[in-house]
């Protein structure tokens, strides 16, 4: 399609390219040839609006996405057809998660958020923390999985505006924080041993 791109992901074993679009649906391509162009292999339909996030299963098989409407919908990457039965998917080990929605995150949602506030999410690749951006310019730390809606948290600011997009680096050392009007990248580090024995506490 011809619309904006908001979300891309390759498999785990990089054979496959899922290609999140603005025009609702998710495109799925071909990636193996390393030397050649990616080839279609076709596309996700169900969304009724644009799409925000997506991850794949651990061994590849599964798609999970989210859009602009807060759906949380799931996919079989083979064929591109909608799992309807999402309930069967809350223990499908993600190989990554940056999904907004789910069970494992369904915590980071403070009383009072609405599904605005929330614009990023990254698990760590150890699987241990969680960290969010949000609409208050904040970076918010979290252990994973987050399933109690009563779940403490830490707090970071340093942003003057709203945050965009958060990730871990690969070996979960820091995190990196792109600004949205204040136009930053903010670097943090992360101390996995302290993060072992912290009490966190929602420091807003």
Aim: aromatic share 10%; glycine share 8%.
């Amino acid at each position: 399609g011809d619309e904006q791109i908001d979300a891309i992901s390759y498999s785990p074993d990089g054979t496959l390219l899922a290609v999140g679009s603005h025009d609702n649906f998710v495109y799925l391509f071909d990636s193996s040839n390393l030397t050649g162009e990616y080839t279609s292999k076709g596309k996700c339909t169900g969304h009724s609006s644009f799409i925000t996030h997506l991850d794949f299963s651990s061994d590849g098989k599964v798609l999970q996405t989210t859009s602009g409407d807060y759906e949380h919908l799931y996919w079989e990457t083979e064929t591109g057809e909608q799992i309807t039965s999402s309930k069967d998917q809350r223990d499908t080990p993600m190989a990554s998660y940056t999904c907004i929605l789910g069970f494992p995150v369904c915590g980071i949602w403070p009383i009072g958020y609405d599904g605005t506030d929330i614009n990023s999410l990254c698990r760590s690749h150890d699987g241990k923390l969680l960290v969010t951006a949000d609409d208050f310019g904040l970076v918010n730390l979290f252990r994973y999985p987050c399933c109690n809606p009563n779940a403490e948290w830490s707090s970071f600011r340093g942003h003057s505006a709203h945050v965009t997009k958060v990730r871990f680096l690969k070996d979960d050392r820091a995190v990196i924080s792109l600004g949205g009007r204040d136009q930053s990248i903010i670097q943090r580090a992360i101390d996995s041993e302290k993060c072992e024995s912290i009490s966190f506490k929602n420091l807003c």
